[in-house]
């Protein structure tokens, strides 16, 4: 049976969570702008599930209409469910609303959810807006290791030199996963400072973290 518009929109209206969350799988197949108007009856649907289904296609649809997408967004990051506010603040930093970053802050000093905290900080590399430089320096102390990470990925991204010298105590954390994110994140950074401290990474004793430094250092 071929997936049209008016069978999605038979699914979507089911009783039964799992076709609605199928439909919301079978929009993928259509023409975004119909898809587009699709997925907006699947964000307001009772079930988190396939609510989430449809945030994160809001990543791609959402180039259809940002200011409306940007309404739609906003209000999914007061979802009461927090996978839902995850994929929310996922699919912000995609399209780049970066009229949404105020948003972003008060969820993330609001929330308790680290999962919900570990999306933000993530997706505000992305997002490109300077006003997070402050808001990552602080995740950047958590005693969340993800989250940790997380914010040396997208201070690296965010390319504001400040961060050069919040980055380098990582260079020598035990973890070496946290060391190959600092040189990921020094190579977007310019500086002498950042240049000496990769140098020291190529001669990291976790042959990943060294071969990732001199990859950067050739360029």
Do not use: C
Request: glycine share 6%; hydrophobic share 40%; proline share 3%.
């Amino acid at each position: 049976m071929s997936i049209t518009p008016e069978s999605v929109g038979v699914l979507l209206e089911s009783s039964d969570f799992g076709d609605r969350l199928r439909a919301v799988n079978q929009i993928r197949q259509l023409e975004p702008p119909i898809g587009f108007k699709l997925i907006q009856i699947a964000l307001q649907d009772t079930n988190p599930r396939v609510r989430y289904a449809a945030v994160s296609q809001l990543a791609t649809l959402g180039q259809q209409d940002l200011p409306h997408v940007s309404r739609l967004l906003r209000d999914r990051l007061r979802d009461d469910d927090p996978d839902v506010q995850a994929a929310a603040a996922d699919s912000v930093g995609a399209l780049k609303l970066t009229e949404i970053f105020d948003d972003l802050q008060q969820l993330y000093h609001t929330t308790s959810e680290w999962l919900v905290k570990f999306s933000i900080v993530a997706t505000l590399g992305e997002l490109g807006d300077q006003r997070a430089f402050e808001l990552l320096e602080e995740a950047l102390q958590s005693d969340n290791e993800l989250l940790q990470t997380a914010a040396i990925g997208s201070l690296g991204e965010l390319g504001d030199t400040r961060a050069i010298q919040s980055l380098i105590p990582f260079a020598t954390n035990a973890d070496w996963q946290i060391r190959y994110r600092v040189v990921q994140a020094l190579a977007h950074l310019n500086g002498s400072t950042a240049r000496s401290t990769l140098e020291a990474l190529a001669q990291d004793d976790v042959e990943q973290v060294a071969q990732e430094a001199r990859n950067y250092l050739q360029q």
